[in-house]
């Protein structure tokens, strides 16, 4: 069975600072892996995706994420966060078809 | 661009009435997906359709039912609506041929049921 689990439901940065959110998954293969983004109001957007390729994966609006097999952890990070970046923040693990996260909530302070 | 539109935003129905939500993707994809999203639990899987006529459950199908009968449209059917169904729903696509597939989300459908 597959699963993700987000470690924090809530994080709360100020603008211009580093951006952590946290992701662990399980998985019995090779997993994809994915975050999506929800402003609000809006449908979830693809953020980037790891598939096997470089661990390093760079995505939208200056967010990468790095695959880390030995602590099955694929972390989103940004270094300097905008105001424009809170939202939901939702880590997914895909097999036979996508299973969420809880989702984090990203805020961010002037 | 691709495109999923749902049919409403917002839904307000009573105890017992049959509702459906309807979702149109114009990419020609062979996936289609419906998802509930309740705040801390995330999205979760009601039902999918990897083919015109074919469906399968998802984590949470009780309750509800699906109808695909073209490529580009994937109907969501409360039978009998329940208070507990009163969420968010999400419709989405995506291309066939194994995992690693992005999908691609409508705006969500929120509905209540009184």
């Known amino acids: 069975a597959q699963s993700v689990t987000q470690l924090d439901s809530h994080v709360s940065v100020s603008e211009g600072t580093p951006v952590l959110l946290r992701c662990n998954y399980s998985s019995s293969y090779s997993p994809s892996l994915f975050w999506y983004v929800q402003h609000p109001n809006k449908g979830l957007q693809l953020l980037l995706k790891y598939t096997s390729a470089a661990t390093l994966v760079k995505g939208i609006n200056g967010f990468e994420a790095e695959f880390k097999k030995s602590e099955t952890s694929f972390h989103l990070t940004k270094p300097s966060a905008h105001m424009s970046d809170a939202a939901e923040y939702f880590c997914v693990v895909s097999g036979r078809h996508m299973r969420f996260g809880a989702g984090t909530r990203l805020t961010v302070k002037p | 661009d691709v495109k999923v539109t749902q049919s409403s935003r917002y839904l307000v129905k009573r105890t017992g009435e049959k509702v459906f939500l309807e979702c149109v993707q114009d990419m020609d994809h062979e996936n289609m997906f419906w998802y509930r999203q309740d705040p801390g639990l995330g999205l979760r899987l009601i039902y999918f359709s990897y083919d015109v006529k074919m469906k399968e459950k998802g984590d949470i199908p009780e309750g509800y039912s699906v109808s695909r009968e073209k490529k580009e449209r994937f109907s969501l059917i409360l039978e009998s609506a329940s208070t507990n169904q009163t969420s968010m729903y999400l419709c989405?696509?995506?291309?066939?041929?194994?995992?690693?597939?992005?999908?691609?989300f409508g705006p969500g459908t929120r509905l209540t049921v009184t």
């Open positions: 989405a696509s995506g291309q066939g041929g194994g995992s690693g597939k992005e999908q691609y």
